[in-house]
């Protein structure tokens, strides 16, 4: 029984490890290229929170910049209600640049970020994998240096996101709002 469970829990991180090194990451990432103020104008998840909150979601700010570790503070401002809500979150350089760890203190989650493709000047696409004690699942992200994108870039998004596994339910282009984009500093 014990040789089993040991077996299946091995499978389990095996898949897990496989799911994130299958991931790419931008050639020869440029850190500094990528901070400043982006728009999120993609998001796609398996998870529960966003089959859940889906509905509400819309377009979100978010300002990157390095930590003098090397590593990203990102700070997303978005409408929540008649509010404007502010996350920051600290994500750790890895071996690896373009890659990006950080464990969410608040729930205990492990987020391993790959920024998968960027010109820098246009757009960003970025995948996570997120695991937890109840399971793991994929978010990816599409960011935009403006509030709207071509047509071609957003179908790099769709089609990425499906090759993650992810379904088109599951894929969301978010809805545009002037709230809370003024508040993000």
């Known amino acids: 029984m014990q040789a089993t469970l040991l077996s299946i829990l091995g499978l389990a991180l095996l898949g897990t490890l496989h799911a994130q090194d299958s991931i790419p990451v931008q050639a020869d990432f440029q850190q500094d290229k990528l901070t400043g103020r982006w728009y999120s104008i993609g998001l796609a998840s398996n998870s529960n929170w966003f089959k859940e909150k889906r509905h509400l979601m819309k377009m979100c700010t978010t300002i990157i910049s390095t930590t003098a570790e090397g590593n990203l503070e990102v700070t997303s401002t978005y409408p929540k209600g008649d509010q404007c809500v502010t996350r920051n979150s600290l994500y750790t350089k890895t071996e690896q ?5 950080y464990t969410n203190p608040r729930w205990g989650s492990k987020h ?4 998968v493709e960027t010109n ?65 500093a």
């Open 97 to 101: 640049p373009g890659r990006f760890s």
């Open 112 to 115: 391993n970020m790959h920024v």
């Open 120 to 184: 820098y000047e246009e757009y960003a696409l970025v995948a996570t994998q997120i695991s937890k004690g109840t399971g793991s699942s994929t978010m990816v992200l599409l960011y935009s240096r403006t509030k709207e994108l071509s047509p071609r870039r957003l179908e790099m998004f769709t089609q990425f996101s499906r090759e993650q596994g992810l379904t088109d339910d599951e894929i969301l282009i978010l809805p545009q709002t002037d709230k809370c984009m003024a508040d993000a």
